[in-house]
């Protein structure tokens, strides 16, 4: 796969959620709660975004954007987006941000070309199955489970989009105005995660708690971004030692990398976990405001 050391790490962090996810429903399906398939098919969706972000899926050029902004002094991947493109382009060339900001905005940038790749992924499976529910002739009860199916799927469409529309026009506010210093968060997924908790259900000591979480899990995600640096680093190291022949070097340095790794798996691991259960109570909060 030609993976970095941190995108092997993630990989394994995304597998073993996708493990635990799908043991998870071997035991609803076992007693019969899942019949409408819509766990499986998440699951899958799952499986396939992992597959295209690690270039698994058998596509040329299919990764998705996995490096800093900066690589050897050049950019090493595109935004796919015209309208992200021309953005990314004025925010380098404003003079407004310092190379850690313009570091920051590049995840930024990246973690919205994710939000759209995931969307259109969800929204050719809700296609597909949309094409094989008009194709049936005699309605059922089978049928009007599948109904309620492509429901929940439409709103996860409409969720998804939504953060997508509230994520550009932030792009955009930032790349041309700069980061504001009063800025609450600042990690892009804490951002989004905020953003769409304001619109949900909750009450304000609600609200007032889950902010306090989003802290604790920023908090979270640049212990994680600390680790993957360090993981990135020591791996060069390793490169560099394994060629000096020098074996006690050698050793300690693939002791000190294998600690690196195991590490930032663990973290990784957390952070996304965090995420899943975070996003999970939003969109009950959101579903709310539609009852």
Request: hydrophobic content about 30%; proline content about 1%; charged content about 40%.
């Given at each position: ?10 990989l ?22 899942d ?14 975004v ?14 998705l954007?996995?490096?800093?902004y900066?690589?050897?002094g050049?950019?090493s991947d ?7 493109e ?6 380098k ?11 920051k905005?590049w995840?930024?940038f ?5 939000k759209i790749?995931e969307y ?11 094409d094989?529910?008009?194709n ?6 089978e049928n009007?489970v599948?109904?309620e ?12 989009l939504?953060?997508i529309n ?8 930032v790349s041309?105005?700069?980061y ?7 990690e892009?997924?804490v ?6 908790a304001?619109s ?8 007032e708690?889950?902010r ?6 920023e ?14 680093i020591s791996?060069?190291?390793l490169?560099?030692?394994e ?7 050698l050793?300690?340095?693939r002791?000190?990398y294998a ?8 973290l990784?691991y957390?952070v996304?976990?965090?995420l899943?259960d ?7 909060g ?6």
């Amino acid at each position: 796969l030609h993976l970095s050391a941190v995108k092997l790490a993630e990989l394994h962090s995304d597998l073993k959620i996708q493990e635990k996810d799908e043991l998870s429903w071997k035991k609803l399906k076992a007693e019969g709660l899942d019949e409408d398939g819509e766990k499986e098919a998440k699951l899958r969706r799952n499986l396939n975004v992992i597959m295209t972000k690690y270039g698994m899926n058998g596509k040329k050029d299919s990764q998705l954007v996995d490096t800093n902004y900066i690589k050897d002094g050049t950019e090493s991947d595109t935004l796919d987006d015209p309208r992200l493109e021309k953005l990314w382009s004025k925010a380098k060339t404003s003079g407004k941000f310092s190379d850690d900001e313009l570091d920051k905005l590049w995840r930024e940038f990246k973690h919205h070309k994710e939000k759209i790749h995931e969307y259109n992924i969800l929204l050719e499976t809700v296609s597909r199955t949309e094409d094989i529910h008009k194709n049936v002739i005699n309605p059922s009860e089978e049928n009007l489970v599948k109904e309620e199916v492509l429901h929940n799927k439409h709103r996860e469409l409409k969720d998804k989009l939504r953060s997508i529309n509230q994520g550009f026009e932030r792009l955009r506010k930032v790349s041309h105005q700069g980061y504001d210093a009063t800025s609450e968060f600042e990690e892009p997924r804490v951002i989004d995660l905020w953003d769409m908790a304001k619109s949900a259900n909750f009450t304000e000591k609600e609200l007032e708690s889950f902010r306090e979480e989003l802290k604790h899990f920023e908090a979270k995600i640049e212990k994680h971004h600390h680790y993957q640096k360090q993981l990135e680093i020591s791996h060069q190291k390793l490169k560099h030692v394994e060629g000096t022949g020098d074996k006690e070097h050698l050793n300690r340095n693939r002791e000190k990398y294998a600690m690196l790794e195991e590490k930032t798996k663990e973290l990784g691991y957390k952070v996304k976990k965090h995420l899943q259960d975070l996003s999970s109570r939003i969109s009950q909060g959101l579903q709310h405001n539609e009852l």
